[in-house]
């Protein structure tokens, strides 16, 4: 039987792409989940090139269109991230996904209540990481989640039933 193809932020599956070399494996994702839906893991972070390990970046700006700086050496990396996103998103539809979970509070992954500084590096507002916000421009009606919301039961049962609604 085909199983759902679902994209996921890679450092969830306990792939060690993280910031720090590390990951944030969730086990209910990886060991009950994935054996419904066969899992097609991205870290923007890692396949832009920043490196593993890697100095942290973070939003600045805008909220709603925030860029996104290295914190200590404060390299621009907006104009790159936005530009590899736009085209990850293109190649992301053939794998005729059927959703994506996103890694919560990350400047690339969080789909809402990521941190957004201002000029003068204080904490502004909240806002989308710059790969979550293109990948919903793109497909705006696929169903998304972050990890966070999967532990609530009925934000999990929503999310699966909009996925396996879907014919595969
Ligand atoms: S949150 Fe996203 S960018 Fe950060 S390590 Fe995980 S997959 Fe990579």
């Known amino acids: 039987m085909t199983k759902a193809r679902i ?11 993280r910031y720090d070399g590390g990951n944030a494996l969730n086990l209910y994702l990886r060991e009950e989940l994935g054996k419904l839906v066969e899992f097609v893991p991205v870290c923007p972070e890692a396949e832009l090139g920043l490196g593993i390990p890697r100095e942290k970046i973070r939003l600045t700006g805008n909220p709603q ?14 104009e790159k991230m936005e530009a590899w996103a736009a085209g990850r998103v293109i190649s992301l539809k053939k794998e005729n996904l059927r959703g994506f979970i996103f890694k919560s509070s990350s400047p690339s992954c969080g789909l809402e209540q990521v941190k957004v500084y201002d000029a003068d590096e204080m904490f502004q ?7 979550a916000r293109i990948f919903r421009e793109h497909f705006p009606l696929l169903p998304v989640a972050e990890e966070t919301n999967l532990l609530n039961q009925a934000l999990r049962e929503d999310f699966l039933r909009s996925i396996f609604a879907q014919p595969v």
């Open 7 to 17: 994209g996921i932020s890679a450092c969830l599956l306990g792939i060690n792409v």
């Open 65 to 78: 269109r925030p860029r996104v700086f290295t914190i200590h050496t404060k390299i621009d990396w907006t």
């Open 125 to 131: 507002e909240t806002g989308a990481g710059i790969f």
